[in-house]
């Protein structure tokens, strides 16, 4: 399969640049992943999502895909929480890391590869410490191992912070650390008390500091630089900037990361949705105020992940009336009958002849090449949904039916995309009787048919009819059927 040239705009450079990655066939792609100390909120939720709209964005393109997100299982708020609720920190991250996956299933995010834990990557951490000591990058006070961004002259290359201007005193890192200079970041904690959760290394009895588990990752999973790394944007400064410093202090003569992403936040209210400000919905709040997981799915998806997206109840019911706009036209499409195999096992292979189809499909996959855009890869939807129901509107019952094939079958490829579409008719209430028992009846008159008995293929077509269900002879020779109005 050739690939479609895709274009991102990389944080790193602040240019849209085409996409060039080390292998097609296996794309290496890093993603900053959740903190296991509580359910995850919707904001959280739409970064994730984002990763999953790259991911399928890239199969599509034909690209074949390494990707890793971590779980970051070392934290102070989960050392904390587990020494007050006297247990251990994998029996306190268990139930929360579950439920992060069970949210992804939910929404129909596709597994990645590769999800490494922080508690499972401490000797990597270690040996990276190691050899940014040997480097002269790193220095250490009362136990504890900091960075020096003093040393590292590129620090600020990727955020582009002026290092100068950073004030003492200003908090810039998330870590709880107590540190001497404040620019400077913690790799190593020294133990504290007797209770707290630590490990004992060849650089002491401590924990790792918080950015050091994505870098030593990396190095972990594929041994080099990376294609592409994404997280949230309020993580390129200070957690990606100290990623970059990290990974390029321990190896300078290599470019850890090809392509930077960064995904906008969700807002409530024009405010960033967070935990801290209390202003914040999990996937759970939302599913018991009825909305369907795919309603949240496009809601959350529709927007490009480079614009804010302001959250609010009514905003995602106008995406439920979006959705169900294209979904009705699928099931008009489905009611129609035109597939006897209705729908392929996957996308891949499917082809179209129609140029109408042709073009769209075009636009669509042109659309998500051009830095995901989602907005735009819609409109390519929407347009579907008219030339479809127009192509509906004026079907007689011997019309070729071509056309609305191929517009189901591109329903069904963007689905790879969106992962929001049913194509499963809903059962339909057929007076007790069963579709199953419809399709027999139709396979039995074909039957007749073929042995010239059309006394009974007739009365087959009129027991049919006195229950409702009227059958058509296409134009190819299938026989499709529908319930009398
Ligand atoms: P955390 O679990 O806090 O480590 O965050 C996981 C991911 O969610 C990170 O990539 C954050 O940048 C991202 N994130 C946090 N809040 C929001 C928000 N309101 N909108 C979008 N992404 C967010
Ligand atoms: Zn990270």
Same mark, same amino acid.
């Given at each position: 399969?050739?690939?479609?040239?895709?274009?991102?705009?990389?944080?790193?450079? +602040?240019?849209?640049?085409?996409?060039?990655?080390?292998?097609?066939?296996?794309?290496?792609?890093?993603?900053?992943?959740?903190?296991?100390?509580?359910?995850?909120?919707?904001?959280?939720?739409?970064?994730?999502?984002?990763?999953?709209?790259?991911?399928?964005?890239?199969?599509?393109?034909?690209?074949?895909?390494?990707?890793?997100?971590?779980?970051?299982?070392?934290?102070?708020?989960?050392?904390?929480?587990?020494?007050?609720?006297?247990?251990?920190?994998?029996?306190?991250?268990?139930?929360?890391?579950?439920?992060?996956?069970?949210?992804?299933?939910?929404?129909?995010?596709?597994?990645?590869?590769?999800?490494?834990?922080?508690?499972?990557?401490?000797?990597?951490?270690?040996?990276?410490?190691?050899?940014?000591?040997?480097? +002269?990058?790193?220095?250490?006070?009362?136990?504890?191992?900091?960075?020096?961004?003093?040393?590292?002259?590129?620090? +600020?290359?990727?955020?582009?912070?002026?290092?100068?201007?950073?004030?003492?005193?200003?908090?810039?890192?998330?870590?709880?650390?107590?540190?001497?200079?404040?620019?400077?970041?913690?790799?190593?904690?020294?133990?504290?008390?007797?209770?707290?959760?630590?490990?004992?290394?060849?650089?002491?009895?401590?924990?790792?500091?918080?950015?050091?588990?994505?870098?030593?990752?990396?190095?972990?999973?594929? +041994?080099s630089g990376i294609d592409i790394h994404t997280g949230g944007i309020?993580?390129?400064?200070?957690?990606?900037?100290?990623?970059?410093?990290?990974?390029?202090?321990?190896?300078?003569?290599?470019?850890?990361?090809?392509?930077?992403?960064?995904?906008?936040?969700?807002?409530?209210?024009?405010?960033?949705?967070?935990?801290?400000?209390?202003?914040?919905?999990?996937?759970?709040?939302?599913?018991?105020?009825?909305?369907?997981?795919?309603?949240?799915?496009?809601?959350?998806?529709?927007?490009?992940?480079?614009?804010?997206?302001?959250?609010?109840?009514?905003?995602?019911?106008?995406?439920?009336?979006?959705?169900?706009?294209?979904?009705?036209?699928?099931?008009?499409?489905?009611?129609?009958?035109?597939?006897?195999?209705?729908?392929?096992?996957?996308?891949?292979?499917?082809?179209?002849?129609?140029?109408?189809?042709?073009?769209?499909?075009?636009?669509?996959?042109?659309?998500?090449?051009?830095?995901?855009?989602?907005?735009?890869?819609?409109?390519?939807?929407?347009?579907?949904?008219?030339?479809?129901?127009?192509?509906?509107?004026?079907?007689?019952?011997?019309?070729?039916?071509?056309?609305?094939?191929?517009?189901?079958?591109?329903?069904?490829?963007?689905?790879?995309?969106?992962?929001?579409?049913?194509?499963?008719?809903?059962?339909?209430?057929?007076?007790?009787?069963?579709e199953d028992w419809i399709l027999e009846q139709i396979e039995k008159?074909?039957?007749?048919?073929?042995?010239?008995?059309?006394?009974?293929?007739?009365?087959?077509?009129?027991?049919?009819?006195?229950?409702?269900?009227?059958?058509?002879?296409?134009?190819?020779?299938?026989?499709?059927?529908?319930?009398?109005?």
């Open positions: 399969m050739t690939t479609i040239p895709f274009f991102f705009q990389n944080s790193k450079s +602040g240019k849209k640049e085409l996409f060039q990655p080390k292998d097609v066939n296996q794309v290496t792609i890093y993603s900053c992943g959740p903190t296991v100390y509580n359910f995850a909120h919707i904001g959280n939720i739409r970064s994730f999502l984002f990763v999953d709209v790259l991911r399928r964005s890239l199969l599509l393109g034909g690209y074949k895909l390494n990707q890793s997100m971590n779980i970051t299982d070392i934290d102070d708020k989960i050392i904390n929480e587990s020494i007050k609720q006297n247990i251990s920190v994998e029996e306190f991250t268990k139930p929360w890391t579950d439920a992060f996956f069970k949210d992804l299933e939910t929404l129909q995010v596709q597994k990645l590869e590769h999800y490494p834990k922080a508690t499972e990557s401490i000797e990597d951490m270690v040996s990276l410490i190691e050899t940014l000591q040997k480097n +002269g990058l790193v220095y250490e006070r009362d136990g504890n191992v900091y960075f020096s961004i003093q040393k590292f002259e590129r620090y +600020g290359e990727l955020s582009k912070i002026d290092v100068s201007g950073m004030k003492s005193g200003v908090r810039y890192d998330a870590d709880e650390y107590e540190k001497d200079d404040v620019r400077d970041f913690v790799l190593w904690k020294n133990q504290k008390s007797e209770t707290e959760k630590c490990w004992h290394t060849r650089i002491g009895t401590g924990r790792p500091g918080w950015h050091l588990e994505c870098s030593a990752m990396i190095r972990k999973i594929y +041994g309020d993580l390129l400064f200070p957690h990606h900037e100290n990623e970059f410093a990290q990974t390029t202090g321990a190896y300078p003569k290599e470019e850890f990361v090809g392509t930077w992403l960064h995904c906008e936040h969700l807002l409530v209210d024009g405010e960033k949705m967070s935990k801290s400000k209390g202003n914040f919905y999990t996937l759970r709040d939302i599913l018991e105020k009825g909305f369907e997981s795919r309603v949240i799915r496009y809601h959350l998806i529709s927007a490009h992940y480079r614009s804010k997206l302001n959250f609010s109840l009514s905003k995602l019911e106008e995406s439920k009336v979006a959705l169900d706009r294209i979904q009705n036209t699928i099931y008009r499409l489905l009611e129609s009958h035109i597939l006897t195999d209705p729908i392929p096992a996957t996308w891949e292979g499917i082809v179209f002849s129609l140029p109408e189809i042709q073009k769209l499909e075009v636009d669509f996959l042109n659309a998500i090449a051009d830095d995901l855009n989602l907005p735009k890869a819609l409109a390519t939807v929407f347009e579907l949904v008219r030339i479809a129901n127009q192509s509906l509107d004026q079907k007689t019952s011997d019309s070729d039916l071509t056309f609305e094939k191929e517009c189901l079958q591109l329903f069904f490829k963007m689905n790879a995309l969106f992962a929001v579409f049913q194509f499963e008719k809903p059962k339909e209430e057929l007076n007790g009787i069963s008159r074909k039957i007749a048919k073929q042995n010239k008995d059309f006394v009974t293929a007739d009365s087959i077509r009129k027991e049919l009819e006195n229950q409702g269900i009227l059958l058509a002879d296409t134009k190819e020779g299938k026989t499709t059927w529908k319930k009398a109005q």
